[in-house]
């Protein structure tokens, strides 16, 4: 997919923030510090798009790109990150439930984990959601460079079984830093675009 512009169109703290509903929307969600943002840099070809940060649980609004004046890629809150306050996690909560419930122009999610870790129980309430909205989805195995090629398919079976995935369901082995997966993610998402 050639990005001819991609920028950041600005932050949501609350449904009043969100851009007008004239751009189809894919959402980014996922743990803290799974990597959501060097995702983004990644697909976009983009060093600085996205702001990432060592210090998990810094996200806390939903962050929007806009590509291609087009559509946008969503950065969600990460969740699960137990230093984060019950108030915190309630203000996320009420942030992003009205969005993935009534949002009109959501088209798909990409759901990521850690490869080097089992899926949390965030993730397996988080697929549980979207498969009982019917919202097309993929499982993005991020950081896969940091186990040998040989050890990723006991991973990815791992990840499989944890988030009750069929078979064939597609979870891609990913790699902000080497670029592995990237074409793949690009295949999903320009089949929810239309492109």
């Known amino acids: 997919m050639k990005i001819n512009s991609a920028y950041y169109w600005g932050a949501a703290a609350k449904k009043q923030d969100f851009p007008a ?10 743990r803290s510090n ?3 943002s060097s995702l983004i840099n990644c697909l976009l070809r ?3 798009l996205a702001h990432t940060s060592n210090t998990p649980g810094k996200t806390c609004l939903l962050h929007f790109y806009a590509i291609n004046d087009s559509f946008f890629l969503v950065d969600a809150p990460g969740y699960g990150y137990a230093r984060v306050s019950k ?35 965030g993730d397996e309430v988080m697929v549980r ?4 909205k019917n919202l097309p989805f993929i499982v993005i195995a991020n950081k896969c ?5 040989g050890q990723q398919p006991r991973h ?21 830093l080497k670029g592995q997966g990237r074409d793949e993610v690009w295949q999903y998402l320009k089949s929810w675009l239309l492109l």
């Open 129 to 132: 959601w979207l498969k009982s």
């Open 34 to 36: 799974v990597g959501k």
């Open 46 to 48: 983009r060093r600085r």
């Open 87 to 121: 108030e915190k996690r309630r203000q996320w909560a009420f942030l992003l439930e009205p969005y993935l419930e009534k949002r009109k122009t959501l088209l798909g999610a990409l759901q990521l984990v850690d490869m080097r870790h089992p899926p949390i129980a």
């Open 21 to 30: 509903e004239n751009w189809p929307e894919i959402i980014l969600v996922g």
């Open 156 to 176: 990815l079976e791992m990840i499989r079984s944890r988030l009750d995935l069929v078979p064939d369901f597609p979870v891609i082995s990913f790699s902000a």
């Open 145 to 149: 460079d940091k186990i040998s090629r």
